[in-house]
C-alpha cells in the first residue's frame, strides 16, 4: 500500500480522509465516514476496506474510533437517494460527516473525483482509499458501519438475505425481491427496483 504518499503536501495540516460505503447497492442508506487520524499514534494494517476482511475490518474501526483525532459517521436515506440520486446523496452524506467532526480539519481528502460542497480546502484523489491512510481509515468506518445496518435489517426482514448480499443486486438479491416483494429501505430508483415495480 501506499500510505501516506500524498501526506507530504500536507505536514502540520490537520488531514480529515473522507469515504462512503453503499452506492451500488439496491437498500439501504449510503454511508460516508471522516477521519482525522493522530499523527502521534500511528495504526498499522490501514488498507481499502474492501482488500481486508470482515474480521480485519472490524478491528480495525475499533482501534480507529480509539485512536483518531477525531472522526463521524453519517448518511443519506433511502428517500435522499430516491429524490436526488446517488451521487448527489453521497455527496450529502460525506459533507454531513465532515461536518459532524468535532475537530475542524484543515484540509479535506476525499476518496473519488467528487468532491462535496465544505467550508473547507478540499481535493478529490481517485483511489484514495489506497494511497491515503486517512481516506483507508474512513473507508474502513464507512463499510463497518454499513455491515451493521444490514445484519440489522435481516433481523427486521428474515426472508432478505441482507446479512450476505448486503443489498447488492445479486441474483438471490433480485429473487427475493421477485418473491416477497419491494420493501421500504429498496431504493425505488434504481433500475431493478423500478423494473420489478
Do not use: C
Not at 416483494?181 to 423500478?194: E, M, Q, S, Y
Request: net charge positive.
Amino acid at each position: 500500500m501506499v500510505a501516506n504518499n500524498l501526506m507530504v503536501n500536507y505536514q502540520g495540516f490537520l488531514i480529515a480522509g473522507v469515504d462512503e460505503a453503499g452506492r451500488g447497492p439496491l437498500a439501504g442508506p449510503v454511508v460516508a465516514a471522516a477521519v482525522i487520524l493522530n499523527p502521534s499514534n500511528p495504526i498499522t494494517g490501514l488498507a481499502d476496506s474492501k482488500k481486508l476482511s470482515e474480521t480485519k475490518r472490524d478491528q480495525l474501526s475499533v482501534i480507529i474510533m480509539r485512536s483518531a483525532l477525531s472522526w463521524s459517521i453519517a448518511a443519506a436515506s433511502v428517500a435522499e437517494i430516491d429524490e436526488l440520486n446517488i451521487l448527489q446523496a453521497t455527496l450529502l452524506a460525506m459533507r454531513r460527516a465532515v461536518l459532524g467532526l468535532h475537530v475542524r480539519p484543515e484540509q479535506v481528502l476525499v476518496d473519488g473525483n467528487q468532491l462535496p460542497e465544505l467550508p473547507i480546502p478540499a481535493e478529490a484523489i481517485v483511489k484514495g482509499d489506497s494511497k491515503v491512510q486517512a481516506i483507508s481509515a474512513a473507508s474502513i468506518l464507512a463499510k463497518v458501519e454499513r455491515d451493521r445496518l444490514m445484519y440489522d435489517y435481516h433481523t427486521q426482514y428474515p426472508d432478505f438475505s441482507f446479512h450476505r448480499h448486503k443489498g447488492y443486486g445479486t441474483q438471490q438479491h433480485l429473487a427475493e425481491i421477485h418473491q416477497y416483494g419491494v420493501l421500504d429501505i429498496h431504493r425505488k430508483t434504481f433500475k431493478p427496483v423500478k423494473k420489478y415495480l
